[in-house]
């Protein structure tokens, strides 16, 4: 459970990094209206439209977000998953559907528009019927209170989940065409129809209960309003804390808190009362937080943290917008979460204790506090930043020592991936080759475009006449090859992508590249060491055809890559079928992300590559499923790929499939 809810952290963190933006705008709009005598203008629409056209839909970019972050290799098609989902679930529980679904038909009586039917239900008409719905659905249902974070997560956890078991799903020849990941939009709607079923019914009891609660608690005066407080923070990532909020602020008890103090008809040291301890926290305690894990964070990982954990404090001291930092550590840190809901119910409950009073149009941050100053309704608002300052020092510390006592994986703490581990590991050890081949290439900025295939790096060079390739052969290339106007590959081998990782991390400045005159150049084959030059004590390698067909000499490959031998020597074959066993017995080096090529180790050392069809990393995967993976052993004849040919040759592609020893350029390959 904690490994899914560590997974849904990290996911949410991609749509949560654009959330202080908004906020911000929407704060600097505030701001203006608040000095210009509450009168907007073209520069506060242009500002608030612009923010809250994010803020609005944090819920679909949490619905999109989490779909990719929570799918397996996702490829975009987990995005539209948790799209699809989510215009299934919020269309068939919008306020007029609902109220199709769950009303009452009273067509054929006399009735008149307003009339109330039942316990406080309200008639109205829609396409000529009379329907009725009760109260607590209309509001369980409004688009403030439904289309909400938690909609949002559930949507996204919905397309991943789907994505994940049905991508690769196969269906009868009559239905092909809807197999694999075509088959996952359609069956996401399925699974969100039942959804949307089962919250038709849950949703109004959940809301219209704590409503209930709410109104239950006015009485208790300062237990009360912490009580309110917690809850409200607790219910966050539900979207269910509108239910209370409607209570306390609004004129459903009777309290109408936020439009009594905002209109300043409200009774002075009373109003405000359920307001106040937002702004404490908000403005201090959570920046404070903030800080706390930012200094446990790991040292490789700060900078990321900042990013995150800075943008969040800004946007929730100026505007009061806690969602950045809130969901930075709920799913991450459940236990924090709930310190945070305690901390708040705390601030709540003394608020109202003391002499002290406050509110807010939009939210508890700095904007709101100082436009609403001098309001008739405003009591002592000096208070909330000694307040503030008490809770930024017990926010600090309270969370730096939960985090480092219970290790709990706050933003920058997160649990290493294993695979992440293994590559940064291995880009780091390929960073002087980079910094080689970028002095090499006239300079990053002389790079356009970089990728790679799998043994190769491919490029498109502003200024080709820079280039120098005996400096590339001399920092380890195999060859380089120019296909014509700015394209540029660099042969390299079956390691190409650490060098290809590291080069981009050079050219981001995520990395600091040493000269290119401080690395040594690889160790000459003549001059290697025992283990290497033990690699070719035996010139013949004896390989089982990856693929049936028909053998020809490496010359005849229509890939002057290949048929030059700038890779390595070798055999191919032109294949007449679709299943690719293992040359050898072996261990997996590598499978390309887009499974056209399959790096071995054979027992003697060589490193044997298999690369199916010419070009075919233009593909992107489409019509090759790798059955292996790096680590993985291998025995001859055990299949490890398989490939529609026909998917290949419909591309433009040749089906060749080369056969190549990559470091041994003295072996001699025969195929059987």
């Known amino acids: ?104 038909d009273y067509t054929s009586t006399p009735l008149t528009d307003g009339t109330t039917v039942g316990d406080g239900q309200q008639l109205v008409q829609d396409h000529g019927q009379w329907l009725v719905q009760a109260p607590d659905v209309n509001a369980a249902f409004a688009p403030g209170s439904f289309q909400n974070a938690f909609i949002g997560i559930l949507c996204g956890i919905i397309g991943a989940v789907c994505y994940n078991r049905f991508k690769d799903v196969k269906l009868p020849d009559a239905l092909s065409f809807f197999s694999g990941r075509r088959s996952v939009a359609i069956v996401t709607a399925g699974v969100s129809l039942i959804v949307a079923l089962i919250l038709l019914f849950l949703w109004p009891l959940i809301y219209s209960g704590l409503v209930w609660f709410g109104e239950h608690i006015v009485d208790l005066g300062a237990v009360g309003t912490g009580l309110y407080g917690f809850f409200n923070r607790l219910l966050i990532p539900f979207g269910l804390h509108h239910a209370l909020n409607s209570v306390f602020w609004f004129d459903v008890a009777g309290i109408n808190d ?51 954990l800075l943008s969040g404090a800004v946007s929730s001291f100026f505007v009061g917008v806690t969602e950045p930092l809130e969901f930075a550590f709920m799913f991450l840190a459940p236990p924090l979460y709930l310190i945070h809901a305690l901390f708040m119910g705390i601030s709540m409950a003394v608020s109202q204790l003391l002499p002290v009073r406050m509110g807010f149009g939009f939210s508890g941050g700095f904007v709101d506090l100082m436009l609403n100053w001098t309001n008739p309704m405003a009591e002592n608002p000096w208070i909330i930043f000694v307040m503030g300052a008490v809770w930024f020092v017990i926010y600090f510390f309270v969370f730096r020592w939960v985090i480092l006592r219970f290790q709990l994986k706050t933003p920058g703490r997160e649990d290493d991936d294993p695979a992440d581990e293994q590559e940064e590991g291995a880009s780091s050890n390929f960073v002087g080759t980079a910094a080689k081949f970028l002095d090499a290439l006239g300079g990053k900025d002389n790079i356009a475009e970089l990728d790679n295939c799998a043994t190769r790096l491919r490029m498109e060079i502003n200024d080709t006449s820079v280039i120098d390739e005996g400096a590339l052969k001399r920092a380890g290339a195999a060859g380089t090859m120019k296909p014509g106007g700015h394209s540029v590959q660099v042969v390299y081998g079956l390691n190409v992508q650490f060098v290809k ?48 067909g028909y053998v020809i000499a490496l010359s005849e490959v229509p890939d002057k890559t290949f048929s030059s031998g700038m890779m390595g020597p070798g055999m191919a074959v032109i294949p007449t079928s679709g299943e690719v066993t293992a040359p050898s017995d072996a261990t997996v080096v590598t499978v390309f992300p ?71 350029k003295s072996a001699v390959v025969e195929l059987r």
């Not at 996911?11 to 709009?29: D, F, N, Q, T, Y």
């Not at 908000?282 to 964070?297: D, E």
């Not at 499923?625 to 040919?645: F, M, R, S, Y």
């Open 1 to 104: 459970m904690m490994k899914f809810l560590q997974n849904l952290g990290k996911s949410i963190m991609l749509p949560v990094a654009v959330l202080p933006v908004a906020a911000i705008l929407v704060g600097i709009a505030n701001w203006i209206i608040g000095i210009n005598d509450d009168q907007a203008n073209v520069v506060t629409s242009f500002l608030q439209t612009a923010g809250l056209a994010i803020l609005d839909n944090m819920a679909l970019l949490f619905a999109v977000g989490v779909s990719i972050g929570m799918a397996r290799k996702s490829d975009g098609t987990s995005a539209l998953a948790g799209l699809v989902s989510w215009l299934v679930i919020t269309s068939l529980l919008a306020p007029s559907s609902v109220m199709t679904l769950l009303s009452r």
């Open 594 to 664: 887009t499974g056209h090529a399959i790096g071995l180790r054979l027992d003697n050392g060589k490193e044997v590559l298999v690369h199916v069809g010419l070009d075919t990393v233009k593909m992107k995967g489409e019509g090759f499923e790798p059955l292996v993976a790096a680590g993985d052993t291998v025995t001859a004849g055990q299949p490890i790929l398989n490939v529609d040919l026909a998917a290949v040759e419909a591309a433009g592609h040749s089906t060749i499939t080369p056969v190549i020893v990559m470091n041994d």
């Open 258 to 308: 936020l439009n009594n103090f905002l209109s300043g008809k409200g009774e002075f040291g009373v109003t405000g009362q359920y307001m106040t301890g937002f702004f404490p926290v908000m403005m201090f305690g959570l920046p404070g937080a903030a800080l706390a894990m930012y200094v446990t964070a790991k040292t490789k990982r700060k900078k990321i943290a900042y990013g995150i």
């Open 501 to 548: 990782d590291a080069m981009e991390k050079i050219m981001a400045g995520q990395i600091e590249a040493p000269h290119p005159d401080e690395v040594p150049d690889p160790v000459p084959e003549a001059t290697a060491d025992a283990s290497v030059a033990t690699l070719s004590d035996s010139d013949v390698v004896v390989l089982t055809r990856p693929v049936p």
